[in-house]
């Protein structure tokens, strides 16, 4: 063969070469671009997703204006091994805002940002100017992934956004960003408003009646004539917050459905102690964005205390009774029903000491003994207003009161008895004796617990109460109010 011939072959072959190592390396760049594309888009996805569970959680601080990686493996919401940058280099972040309608809610866009890494784009055979496109192929394989129909949020949109404007993927709809929210570039991105965020705060509540009556004595040493007294008022009130939820439990009422200025409630009124029992525990769900839930602590409002039982300093001023010092969360800063106006009340009822004996653990005593004081006279409740604001921008006032009473009419049947703190000797009126005696000479228990909610009525400071009690066998109507003062 001519030496040009020669050549000539050589030079084909290593045309051949060239071409066939080129087509290689196209292939292995295209084969790294999809995989490094698929593996952009469910990083995306991934971190998506975590971010918007972290939005929706409760008690999670929002560190600066954005989430990173590093957040959310922290609250295990990514794994260890999630890697801090994309495989083009990148990083992923999450910025949260205030919704531009609701301030109370979050948004948040996550997206990526920063310069793609040259050596990895030679790697997949990108360059600078096709920036754009890479991320328009990872935005195209994640569109499938990425979190929708978030429960509670008012929309996601997904697509590429360009300094403070969004564009779905796949049309010309484009969109403003909230303030502080733009990317240098274009960027992958999907922007949720409140994820999951608005649901229901949950205030619970409890009116303590255990057997309807109250537990006076815990132990009593007759060596050396002393007593430990605990009296709890089995109609004290308590109500808390219980945190945020997504949804709303079925054992709780769901203020949501109340209608405007109607209220809703429960009473549970017994005549006589014993064996049932008149404890309400109330769980409320009023629908709120996350943001707005906030601590409850408010203090019960007691309208009428027994002036006898000494724990409580309780003094009569002539129209009703005052406490002149705090105890405890009592509040004392109250309107108070007029006593005066409680037909038949008696501040001067005793049970006697086989009748307490019959709730543990308080001890046996004799049957000639009498308690070491009356039963209380008692009526308190306990109020809160909230206003929240819902998805159509407009602000709802809900009021929540739970109250208890404890009210013992007629003169009873004179007794004389043995006070087992002194051992002396005195005429009691009794209420009630051992073996299940109550209600004795005309005398009558009324006890009651009773919880009321409304939604927007037109006085947001107080809810009024009507109770009916019993005395000489007849019914009579009470009327007070209990303050619901705002707690947020």
């Known amino acids: 063969m001519p030496l040009i011939a020669l050549i000539l072959f050589a030079f084909a072959v290593l045309i051949m070469d060239i071409r066939q190592e080129q087509l290689e390396t196209t292939q292995a760049q295209g084969t790294a671009l999809q995989q490094m594309t698929a593996q952009s888009a469910k990083e995306f996805s991934e971190f998506t997703k975590a971010a918007a569970a972290y939005i929706q959680s409760v008690g999670l601080p929002l560190p600066g204006t954005a989430l990173t990686v590093g957040n959310l493996q922290g609250a295990n919401l990514l794994p260890s091994s999630f890697p801090t940058q994309t495989p083009f280099g990148q990083i992923l972040v999450a910025d949260y805002v205030s919704d531009p309608n609701n301030p109370v809610a979050l948004d948040v866009v996550a997206h990526t940002t920063g310069v793609m890494n040259a050596a990895l784009l030679q790697k997949a055979g990108v360059s600078q100017g096709s920036l754009s496109t890479v991320q328009y192929d990872t935005a195209v394989v994640a569109q499938n992934q990425v979190p929708s129909n978030i429960s509670g949020s008012t929309g996601q949109f997904f697509g590429i956004e360009n300094g403070s404007t969004l564009t779905d993927l796949g049309s010309s709809n484009s969109m ?9 570039q274009p960027e ?14 949950l205030i619970g509540a409890s009116i303590y009646g255990w057997a ?32 945020f939820s997504l949804t709303c439990p079925s054992v709780a009422t769901n203020l949501a459905n109340l209608t405007s200025g109607a209220p ?18 109330p769980l409320f769900c009023i629908p709120a964005y996350k943001g707005q839930v906030t601590p409850v602590n408010v203090p019960a409002q007691t309208q009428v205390l027994s002036s006898a039982v000494p724990m409580y300093n309780i003094t009569w001023n002539g129209q009703y009774y005052v406490n002149p010092v705090n105890i405890g969360s009592w509040n004392s800063n109250t309107t108070y029903v007029n006593a005066s106006n409680i037909v038949g009340l008696n501040n001067n009822l005793y049970a006697t000491g086989g009748f307490i004996g019959s709730f543990p653990p308080a001890p046996q ?3 000639n003994e009498a308690s070491p004081m009356p039963m209380p006279n008692a009526i308190s409740g306990i109020g809160i207003s909230v206003a929240v604001k819902n998805p159509q921008n407009i602000t709802d006032t809900y009021q929540i009161e739970v109250d208890g009473g404890s009210l013992f009419t007629g003169a009873g049947c004179p007794e004389s008895l043995v006070n087992p703190w002194t051992q002396a000797g005195a005429l009691y009126n009794v209420w009630a004796t051992g073996g299940g005696n109550q209600n004795l000479c005309g005398s009558q228990e009324t006890f009651w617990t009773d919880w009321h909610a409304v939604k927007d009525s037109s006085n947001t400071s107080s809810i009024p109460v009507s109770q009916t009690y019993e005395y000489g066998g007849n019914s009579y109507p009470l009327g007070f109010s209990v303050a619901t003062p705002m707690v947020n």
């Open 365 to 367: 005593y004799p049957t």
């Open 264 to 281: 809703t409630g429960n009473n549970d009124t017994l005549y006589q102690s014993g064996g049932n029992n008149a404890s309400q525990s």
């Open 176 to 184: 403003t960003m909230p303030g502080g929210i733009s990317t240098r």
């Open 212 to 243: 309807a009556i109250w537990e006076p004595v815990t132990g009593w040493n007759a060596g050396n004539n002393s007593a430990t007294l605990d009296f709890v008022s089995s109609i004290y009130p308590s109500m808390a917050s219980q945190g």
């Open 188 to 201: 992958v991105a999907e922007y949720i408003l409140s994820p999951g965020q608005y649901g229901y705060w």
